[in-house]
């Protein structure tokens, strides 16, 4: 019997109204904090080595990365606690091993535009923990309670109203959330590089036997949603510099679609 065995009803109800569920103190912190200091410690050594790609991600702040087979610590932690247990209760077809992976959260990052993740038609579960203490310093996640109840186009959910949360996250907390949540990033104001790891089932989950076996199982620079040629790098910058601009062209764009 895990620790979640006698609250999968209560976690179940909650899911089912807002779309995530928050579980307190689940990963070891201090194991958490050696990871974090290796995440920052492999972007710092990329940038000064001129490794680092241009745009993906890096104008705007918001990249992604593997977290090496090193973080493998942190699946084990959540298998022994029954968090994959909860999620394939909440998604049966969850059946294979999740993507691995992680945001960080650069300092003097810029807000996201909210979004909803992948398909809306064929959402997936997203673990999120937290490596770091996670709060409105350092970027925490904005997210919108009951937005996966509905399909919303970005003018809908502009016009919506509906109220966001930050969600403030200790080091060792874990966010279990549907896809199809309305949700962005936001503006880390700290000094120090925020990450958050992720394990994903998009499209039932990892192709791999072992996703700890991915990029040779070194922490790997990735990048985000903006493409790295000069197309890419205008919309990133142009995102990040004009957030209105950003906005109206997103809303014109989905009344049009």
């Not at 994959?84 to 993507?99: G, I, Q, W, Y």
């Not at 880390?188 to 990450?195: D, F, L, V």
């Amino acid at each position: 019997m895990t620790k979640l065995s006698n609250q999968m009803q209560d976690l179940s109800s909650a899911f089912a109204r807002d779309g995530y569920v928050t579980l307190p103190n689940v990963v070891s912190k201090p194991r958490l904090s050696a990871l974090t200091e290796q995440l920052r410690g492999e972007y710092i050594r990329a940038r000064e080595a001129g490794e680092l790609f241009s745009g993906g991600g890096t104008i705007s702040g918001h990249l992604n990365c593997f977290p090496g087979a090193q973080s493998r610590f942190v699946y084990d932690e959540l298998e022994q606690y029954g968090v994959f247990d909860f999620v394939r209760k909440l998604s049966p077809s969850a059946t294979r091993m999740p993507n691995v992976g992680c945001n960080l959260n650069l300092p003097n990052s810029s807000a996201q535009n909210p979004h909803a993740d992948g398909n809306v038609a064929t959402p997936f579960i997203i673990v999120n923990v937290a490596p770091v203490d996670t709060d409105i310093e350092n970027g925490a996640m904005e997210v919108v309670p009951s937005t996966h109840l509905r399909e919303y186009k970005y003018w809908q959910y502009a016009l919506s109203g509906k109220p966001a949360l930050r969600a403030r996250m200790s080091a060792g907390d874990v966010v279990i959330r549907l896809s199809s949540v309305w949700h962005r990033g936001m503006p880390n104001k700290s000094k120090a590089i925020r990450p958050m790891l992720a394990f994903t089932w998009e499209d039932g989950g990892s192709d791999l036997a072992d996703p700890y076996t991915a990029h040779g199982g070194k922490i790997t620079l990735l990048t985000n949603r903006y493409a790295q040629n000069l197309t890419g790098r205008l919309q990133e910058r142009a995102f990040a510099s004009l957030p209105a601009l950003g906005k109206s062209y997103l809303f014109i764009r989905s009344v049009v679609r």
